[in-house]
């Protein structure tokens, strides 16, 4: 078929269809409001209508976009360890990735989630500048994916379903990192992830930075918050490659189509998870349960397929698992 | 092995093309090759000590710098040229073109008009180009990134052809020459060219349940997305000498950390010591290493258990099936 993307026209199906949970925000002049004060000084603001022309935007999408993003940001939007902590009656983290060294910008361990045994993987960030810096501020290093890398293949060994949370900027750019290989470590995690004989499910939960969140993004099921963003690179860094300039960040978050309702859209993800109306972190229990239901609902769809399939069961899962990625991208022929 | 390499010395410096430079000859403008390439024409001038050679000599040494040895970076043609036996290079896949997914515009220019100048400019569709053909006649396939297409940035059509190269090697039972150099993931395309990571590494482990190797070839530079996937997943790595590779950028990483970065860092040699790499390997050498890496995984055995006894049968295939393949692939290939 020539000329015509075919991921356009399915991804507009998929926008009709009645069962999507997405729920397009109503922002009424209070909230906006709320919003400006409390959040950090949109930076950029100033540039964005100037930037937004550019870009043949309009400066509402724009402003809306960068919006999620600083609500994907905020500081005290629920973390992984929230997350477990609300999700799971009992949670053992485990430390290291026996190779060189513990990094805490990545935290895991098996956790009780609905009567079953479940392993509990996440990239934690803090909420202050001092929880930040003990957490490289959810920057992993190489340790962090080899560690998560290793505690899948125990969920693998003893037949536990994984379930990440991915919520960093990206992995840790430094010299240590790059010494110790880790486009070695995201790229073995991939590897490991695809072939993994366990049913797996990622949440983004806030902020999906490229290759350092998709290292445990490769899933079965891939579920986003309604103000989580996931991209392949940071608006800031996308408008620092685009315009030179980083303050155009919120152009560019809109130009690069981040949020959770482009990524449905373009059918990278399976589902977007309703937030309280002013985001995660206005009501923490409510995100969290549903969080619960849309992972329990993922896990006990995927239990009951393998089920069905019999002693095709994880033959199954993996060609699905597949399949889902195979058929990622659009181009013409 | 050494007189079918001097062989293809000869051709080139005859001016003639191999099988595979039938199309007129293509041009590239990126910088680094415009220095090399243009000083009046007869004369190259090496990128890094500036030393000047014949033109014909310095290709006919597939431009590494006679003085310094500097690996200049080569197009997908000047690469292949570099390997194959003369004649035996197939493309497939050449067709598949890339679309539009985000509707990106930067400036008022829109991604379509980019590649399709972009096209204009390099010869080739997008910036993976993917085929086979024969190392000393035992076949290989190969996917080869030209970094003068957009910084060989991965995208859709890059992860696609890809896959399809590796589900060919599936069917065939032919190993995997990956020849990487990438800016890393296509901005144009978001999230699309991140999930090509995901794609393009998970394709690559059913050809290792198949037993069928993947060699991977790093040469400058090579960077993000495609460091931290499918380049990084072989059987074997080697890099190229003095090639740049790694996950962030060093200007990225000085900026974030403000620290030093040490010199030769990241660097093949870098990778090596690090122990990231099996082998930096010189371009003129890099033909007789792949060609014995073939022989020696050519004879790979799968141990299988049928009635509690051990039964071995040989993993690599070619011959017959491939001949007649190569037929039906010349139709779709140009």
């Known amino acids: 078929m020539p000329g015509k993307p075919r991921l356009i026209k399915k991804a507009q199906e998929v926008a009709r269809h009645p069962s999507q949970v997405f729920r397009k925000p109503e922002h009424t002049e209070q909230t906006d409001d709320e919003l400006d004060t409390m959040l950090p000084a949109a930076d950029g603001a100033l540039e964005t209508e100037e930037a937004s022309a550019i870009v043949g935007n309009t400066t509402d999408d724009t402003s809306e976009t960068w919006k999620r993003v600083q609500l994907a940001r905020h500081a005290e939007r629920p973390k992984t360890l929230d997350y477990i902590k609300r999700l799971c009656p009992d949670f053992v983290e485990v430390h290291g990735d026996r190779r060189f060294g513990e990094d805490t910008a990545i935290v895991g361990g098996l956790a009780e989630f609905e009567g079953r045994t479940i392993m509990a993987i996440g990239h934690q960030k803090g909420k202050n500048t001092k929880e930040n810096i003990a957490r490289n501020f959810g920057m992993p290093s190489p340790e962090g994916y080899r560690k998560a890398l290793r505690l899948m293949q125990q969920a693998e060994k003893f037949g536990f379903p994984v379930v990440c949370f991915i919520d960093t900027p990206g992995a840790y750019p430094g010299l240590e990192g790059e010494e110790r290989g880790v486009a070695q470590a995201i790229a073995e995690n991939l590897l490991v992830m695809s072939q993994l004989r366990v049913p797996i499910i990622s949440v983004v939960i806030g902020e999906g930075g490229s290759g350092g969140a998709l290292a445990i993004g490769l899933a079965d099921r891939v579920l986003m918050l309604e103000n989580s963003i996931y991209s392949g690179a940071s608006p800031e860094a996308s408008a620092s490659i685009l315009w030179r300039d980083s303050a155009k960040a919120p152009v560019a978050a809109m130009t690069m189509k981040i949020t959770a309702q482009d990524l449905l859209r373009l059918e990278v993800i399976d589902e977007i998870i309703s937030e309280p109306e002013s985001g995660a972190h206005t009501e923490p229990a409510v995100t969290a349960d549903a969080v619960k239901e849309a992972i329990l609902r993922h896990l006990s769809e995927i239990e009951a397929h393998m089920t069905e399939a019999g002693p095709q069961a994880i033959e199954q899962l993996l060609a699905n698992r597949y399949d889902k990625f195979r058929k990622m991208g659009v181009y013409e022929e | ?334």
């Open chain 2, 1 to 334: 092995m050494k007189k079918v390499e001097q062989k293809v010395e000869e051709t080139k410096s005859k001016g003639e093309h191999h099988h595979f430079f039938q199309r007129k000859s293509l041009r590239h403008d990126s910088p680094s090759r415009e220095v090399a390439d243009n000083v009046g024409n007869i004369w190259a001038k090496c990128p890094k000590c500036h030393e000047l050679a014949y033109t014909k000599e310095y290709e006919k040494n597939f431009k590494v710098c006679q003085k310094c040895k500097h690996h200049n970076r080569l197009r997908w043609d000047e690469r292949l040229a570099t390997m194959l036996d003369e004649g035996s290079w197939v493309e497939v896949n050449a067709h598949i073109k890339t679309g539009d997914p985000l509707h990106f515009a930067n400036n008022g220019e829109v991604y379509p008009d980019k590649i399709a100048q972009t096209r204009k400019k390099t010869g080739i569709n997008e910036a993976l180009v993917t085929g086979y053909g024969t190392i000393e006649g035992q076949p290989v396939a190969i996917a080869v990134a030209d970094f003068a297409f957009l910084g060989a940035s991965m995208g859709s059509v890059f992860g696609e052809k890809l896959v399809r190269l590796i589900e060919l090697c599936l069917e065939r039972r032919m190993p995997l020459l990956t020849v990487s150099a990438s800016g890393g993931a296509r901005m144009h395309e978001g999230i699309l060219s991140l999930m090509q990571m995901a794609k393009t590494t998970a394709a690559l482990g059913r050809l290792g349940q198949a037993r069928i190797p993947h060699f991977s070839l790093l040469t400058d530079p090579c960077y993000g997305g495609v460091t931290a996937s499918y380049a990084m997943v072989a059987d074997v790595i080697m890099a190229e000498p003095g090639a740049m590779v790694g996950f962030a950028g060093p200007r990225v990483i000085e900026q974030t950390t403000r620290q030093k970065l040490p010199a030769g860092f990241q660097t093949a040699e870098f990778l090596l010591e690090h122990g990231m790499v099996d082998e930096v390997v010189p371009r003129r050498e890099f033909r007789s290493i792949l060609s014995r890496m073939l022989k020696l995984y050519g004879r790979a055995q799968a141990p299988a258990f049928a009635n509690g006894t051990l039964l071995s049968f040989p993993m690599i295939m070619g011959g017959a099936q491939h001949t007649q393949k190569t037929e039906e692939m010349k139709n779709y290939a140009w």
